[in-house]
């Protein structure tokens, strides 16, 4: 029988092979990604008042977001430091760091649940689409509220509810047909929080909690081309797909084109609109 630490390293040890696949993925759509999403960033980093100097942490950056745009802002006298389970993420951050010559960032491979900063290293922390993905991320808040500052801010953005567009039911439902098999348990949930991050937050210590809505959309020249994009970003996607033979996968990306077409806009383009939460608090 495994233990329960058996079962969450398991558990972690899953969530990065799964992240660890689609990193090339992120690379390649990154401009597609990013031009719906660094209005993100940037609201992140002016919801935690962020000045040239300052110490902050990035949880979960994947490819560099938003350790990359924070970076710019505490200039060359501040420091970031950038984390991620996923070391082919960060191996591309570290190669987009570099090639936009910021030399104030340090990238180390870790899970978020076991990051273990003393006490008041930072004078902001940052997790854009990553905390509640985490199982544990109740005790996640109370750790980074302990490791700011006084008065430092920890800045966040989750999914909304209605966010939820059909479109992740449908990848799981064509699953099931063209795999004759009920599909694996999807991990990270694609999901938004069961309660609201302003209560989980002020629960862990946060004062000031603020929250505001803001709509990220991708665009993408064709239904085809949004296919391609999930499964090449999606872990979920990937997970399905991982041990299907390449006409099973073909024939499952055939399927989902007929399937989304339906949202596609009159010109063939395809829009997608979601809207994500974000949210800041005060130590
Ligand atoms: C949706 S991506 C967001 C990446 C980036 N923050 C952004 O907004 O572009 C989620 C990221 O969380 C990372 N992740 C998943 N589980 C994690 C964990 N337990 N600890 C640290 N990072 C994790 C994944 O590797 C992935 O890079």
């Not at 085809?224 to 797909?241: G, H, I, N």
């Not at 007929?258 to 005060?282: K, L, P």
Request: aromatic share 8%.
């Amino acid at each position: 029988m495994k233990t329960g630490s058996t079962d969450a390293k398991h558990d972690v040890e899953r969530q990065r092979q799964q992240w660890d696949r689609v990193a090339a993925g992120w690379e390649k759509w990154w401009r597609t990604i990013e031009d719906g999403a660094q209005h993100v960033n940037d609201r992140l980093i002016d919801l935690a008042d962020v000045a040239p100097g300052k110490r902050v942490l990035d949880i979960a950056t994947g490819i560099g977001e938003p350790a990359l745009s924070v970076a710019r802002r505490v200039g060359p006298a501040g420091r970031v430091v950038a984390t991620d389970i996923s070391k082919q993420m960060l191996d591309i951050a570290r190669i987009r760091a570099s090639t936009s010559g910021l030399t104030n960032i340090a990238f180390i491979e870790a899970d978020a649940e076991r990051l273990d900063f003393p006490d008041h290293s930072f004078d902001a922390i940052f997790c854009r689409w990553g905390i509640t993905s985490l199982p544990d991320h109740p005790n996640l808040l109370v750790k980074i509220e302990r490791m700011l500052t006084p008065n430092g801010s920890f800045a966040t953005s989750v999914w909304d509810e209605a966010s939820r567009l059909p479109l992740t039911s449908i990848t799981i439902t064509v699953a099931q047909e063209v795999f004759h098999s009920a599909p694996p348990r999807p991990e990270p949930p694609p999901e938004a929080p069961q309660d609201p991050l302003e209560g989980v937050m002020a629960r862990a210590g946060f004062t000031d909690v603020r929250t505001e809505k803001l709509t990220v959309a991708l665009e993408f020249a064709s239904t085809e081309a949004f296919t391609q994009y999930l499964v090449d970003v999606s872990p979920v996607v990937a997970a399905l797909l991982s041990d299907q033979s390449p006409m099973r996968q073909a024939e499952y990306q055939h399927r989902l084109v007929q399937e989304f077409r339906r949202y596609a806009a009159t010109d063939g383009s395809f829009r997608i609109r979601n809207v994500c939460i974000c949210a800041v608090g005060r130590k």
